[in-house]
């Protein structure tokens, strides 16, 4: 089955401690995303990858990290979490190119102490 | 700077009731146009889409949305709603650009709920 899996679904953590959450899709998509949705403020893009080894900023990227070493991983990486940082985290792929529809993951839902 | 706008934030419904929900943004180019729905405690799922053509386009579930270039809207609609049409509704953008060419810009989202 066609999907975008993420690991872990749901954490709790306490400001400072390094997590990473990994984003891993079956489909041969070269274009990959983060997105972090809050309750009044939709989604917003975190960063992007357009094909391995090609990673940018979206709109919101403070604070995080990301890495392409293959196509289907994605991992989303927060160095010093703060509780600013709790939210609802989508990773999403896509083919590249324009008008493509992007394929979402089931979320991450993370609480930072 | 891009935006869309939803204007209704919370629609509550009864069933077999009429739905539109309004969906407006700001840029002035080609655009592609999205509906995503969120199921309670689900992953977002593409209810429809326009790239270009009629600009009537139907969706998944019953869904339709009509693309008004000059009124830059693209609002979703369905003629009778069921208490599984409940969920948190995206409208999105995507402005045929030229670098990061997938990013979707959303709106705030529409939280819909449908009692029996």
């Known amino acids: 089955e066609a999907q975008v899996t993420q690991n872990p679904r749901y954490l709790i953590t306490v400001t400072g401690k390094k997590l990473t959450v990994t984003c891993s899709q079956n489909?041969?998509?070269?274009?990959m995303s983060w997105y972090r949705q809050d309750p009044g403020l939709g989604l917003r893009q975190i960063y992007y990858s357009m094909n391995v080894e090609v990673t940018d900023k979206g709109d919101v990227p403070e604070g995080y990290k990301v890495s392409r070493k293959e196509k289907r991983n994605f991992p989303l990486i927060l160095e010093s979490p703060s509780p600013n940082q709790t939210s609802l985290y989508f990773c999403?792929?896509?083919?590249?190119?324009?008008?493509?529809?992007?394929?979402f993951g089931a979320g991450s839902r993370l609480t930072v102490l | 700077a891009q935006s869309v706008s939803q204007h209704n934030h919370h629609v509550i419904l009864s069933e077999a009731a009429s739905l539109e929900l309004g969906c407006n943004y700001s840029y002035g180019g080609t655009v592609n146009l999205f509906w995503y729905v969120q199921y309670p405690g689900q992953h977002l799922q593409l209810l429809l889409k326009?790239?270009?053509?009629?600009?009537l386009v139907k969706g998944i579930k019953g869904f339709e949305a009509e693309f008004i270039k000059s009124k830059f809207s693209f609002n979703l609609r369905k003629p009778s709603v069921q208490w599984s049409d409940t969920a948190e509704y995206f409208c999105?953008?995507?402005?045929?650009?030229?670098?990061?060419?997938?990013?979707?810009?959303f709106g705030t989202g529409t939280r819909l709920q449908v009692f029996p």
């Open positions: 489909m041969n998509h070269e274009y």
């Open positions: 999105a953008v995507n402005g045929g650009w030229s670098y990061n060419t997938d990013k979707l810009i």
């Open positions: 326009y790239f270009s053509g009629d600009p």
């Open positions: 999403a792929s896509s083919l590249t190119g324009g008008a493509n529809v992007l394929t």
